[in-house]
């Protein structure tokens, strides 16, 4: 099936299916699982094309595994320019086997109640979102699974999933207007262990699989001692 990409993105393949229970072994395969903190895994991709889903499809085969999404740390401050925030307040203290409980600045402004907060005893923490493997975080990131879908069919579901009217459009096209050179700056997919992907593009079970390709970042790091 032939798909859009984005800027800059090359259409990964060959593709398989896998189970996706299968998943986070494939992507941790040559490394040691961290002694005295969570696995980090990082679920990148392009708005509306497919993270969250994965995201909890993970979080629902890993018990006490948790999220932080980084929408939350972005939320009213920055679409993309919130690495600080995360690497200072989620990653950093997560390595130092440290719970995490954080009101980022803009909530406590804008009144917005709650924190995010994470447990430094879950067996895996999944962070979700655009940009989430980007290149400042790599240091501070186990593996890295790139969510590839189709852009116009991601820009569909996007506004729907945005109220479908005129100022969903625009929201969307505002949003775009920051990913497109985000993201073809950046190149997460040149770093990912395996990419996903995020549309129908070949017939599987989206119950209990899904299509796979593994990139040679993936390859090299699974060639690697141990």
Do not use: C
């Amino acid at each position: 099936m032939v798909i859009t990409l984005g800027l800059g993105e090359p259409e990964a393949g060959p593709r398989r299916v896998v189970l996706l229970s299968d998943l986070v072994p494939l992507i941790t395969a040559g490394r040691p699982w961290p002694i005295g903190r969570p696995l980090i895994v990082a679920v990148d991709g392009r708005g509306a094309g497919g993270k969250t889903t994965l995201a909890e499809r993970l979080l629902g085969l890993t018990p006490d595994a948790q999220v932080v999404h980084t929408d939350d740390i972005a939320w009213w401050h920055s679409r993309f320019g919130w690495e600080d925030l995360m690497i200072s307040e989620v990653l950093e203290p997560l390595h130092r086997g440290e719970s995490v409980h954080y009101q980022p600045p803009a909530w406590a402004a804008r009144k917005r109640s709650g924190h995010i907060d994470v447990s430094a005893d879950a067996p895996m923490v999944v962070v979700e979102g655009v940009g989430a493997s980007r290149r400042e975080l790599v240091g501070l990131i186990d593996a890295a699974i790139w969510v590839q879908s189709d852009f116009v069919e991601a820009e569909r579901r996007g506004i729907l999933r945005d109220g479908g009217d005129d100022e969903a459009v625009q929201g969307w096209h505002e949003w775009m207007a920051e990913e497109l050179p985000f993201l073809a700056a950046d190149k997460p997919w040149e770093r990912a262990d395996v990419i996903v992907g995020g549309s129908n593009q070949v017939d599987h079970d989206s119950e209990t699989e899904v299509v796979m390709a593994t990139t040679l970042a993936g390859m090299d790091r699974a060639n690697r001692p141990a």
